[in-house]
T-cell receptor
Framework: QQQVKQSPQSLIVQKGGISIINCAYE??????FPWYQQFPGKGPALLIA?????SEKKEGRFTISFNKSAKQFSLHIMDSQPGDSATYFC???????????FGEGTQLTVNP | DADVTQTPRNRITKTGKRIMLECSQT?????MYWYRQDPGLGLRLIYY???????NKGEISDGYSVSRQAQAKFSLSLESAIPNQTALYFC?????????????FGPGTRLLVL
């Protein structure tokens, strides 16, 4: 069963635009929500992560917004650049375990 | 990440063959994981290990087995490969650092089962 649902599956954005990827989770025990970025031919790498004690976390052009009551979180990429073109995975885990549950992935293309 | 290496990087095999994918890490992490990636399905956990004596099934372990030969080595075996095991396979490691659970992935092995 997919406990973390991610959308959209693919996204095309113009350079300078805002990319938004959404995730929803079911397990209320989840308390750690990372985003991973994967370039072609590479393994995923941690991009940014949030815990539910804050509603937003920003690192440069990347922002996670978190809505605990709705059990949703999203990644916003401001001023999107062609170099941001990659596959993005949201994930979730709980403090009691060390397993990450990943979403289905979003293939982002930023056109020049 | 050069700290996590996987061999081979690409492999073509035939249905029914036994194959082994290997993972080595120099990060000194205790925890190691095997995932498979399929388009539209994301990353799914096959097996994970918290130390040499601890092996756990993930969500899709059927048809796979693993061996943790040392802290730094974790191998995935397909005893009798079948075409629907064609996928991209990733090894990952992690350690608890301030409560965070960052996982570090290898470059992947692309497997084709004919």
């Amino acid at each position: 069963q997919q406990q973390v649902k991610q959308s959209p599956q693919s996204l095309i954005v113009q350079k300078g635009g805002i990319s938004i990827i959404n995730c929803a989770y079911e397990n209320t025990a989840f308390d750690y929500f990372p985003w991973y970025q994967q370039f072609p031919g590479k393994g995923p790498a941690l991009l940014i992560a949030i815990r539910p004690d804050v509603s937003e976390k920003k690192e440069g052009r990347f922002t996670i917004s978190f809505n605990k009551s709705a059990k949703q979180f999203s990644l916003h990429i401001m001023d999107s650049q062609p170099g941001d073109s990659a596959t993005y995975f949201c994930a979730a885990s709980s403090t009691s375990g060390s397993r990450l549950t990943f979403g289905e992935g979003t293939q982002l293309t930023v056109n020049p | 990440d050069a700290d996590v290496t996987q061999t081979p990087r690409n492999r073509i095999t035939k249905t029914g063959k036994r194959i082994m994918l290997e993972c080595s890490q120099t990060k000194g992490h205790d925890r190691m994981y095997w995932y498979r990636q399929d388009p539209g399905l994301g990353l799914r956990l096959i097996y994970y290990s918290f130390d040499v004596k601890d092996i756990n099934k993930g969500e899709i372990s059927d048809g796979y087995s693993v061996s943790r030969q040392a802290q730094a080595k974790f191998s995935l075996s397909l005893e009798s490969a079948i075409p629907n095991q064609t996928a991209l396979y990733f090894c990952a490691t992690s350690d608890l650092d301030g409560g965070l659970k960052t996982q570090y992935f290898g470059p992947g092995t692309r497997l084709l089962v004919l």
